[in-house]
């Protein structure tokens, strides 16, 4: 879970190189001139995938489920099976708040 940050080196703006020789303040005005050259140089993020899917109802949900009825030696028992085909993913949705991306590396609160 939570597999969000970036895999590969470079890929985010403000991931730096980091070379031996480099002194921290060198590499923090390479990170900004990265920023400055780059088109989506925002550390905010405004939208996110969704995880919630729709049914051939309409319905929204993470998960669905279907009661089905089991004949076991004679009785009845009721089981749920999970429903996972003819599931439409919501897609791409638009958050209420920006948030900061966790590749950011700047601190925001020093204790």
Known sequence: MGGSGSKTKG?????????AGETPGEVSEQ??????GSKCGTPFIFTR???????????LAH?????T???KNGR????????????????IIEL????????????LCEI
């Open 31 to 36: 990170c900004l001139a990265r920023l400055k």
């Open 63 to 67: 998960e669905f489920y279907e009661e």
């Open 76 to 91: 009845k028992k009721a089981k749920l099976k999970r429903i996972q085909k003819n599931l439409i993913p919501q897609g």
């Open 96 to 107: 209420d708040h920006p948030r900061i991306h966790v590749d950011f590396p700047v601190i």
């Open 11 to 19: 890929v985010w703006p403000f991931t730096s190189a980091g070379a």
């Open 69 to 71: 009825v089991v004949t």
């Open 49 to 59: 995938r969704s995880s919630l899917y729709f049914d051939e109802d309409g319905d």
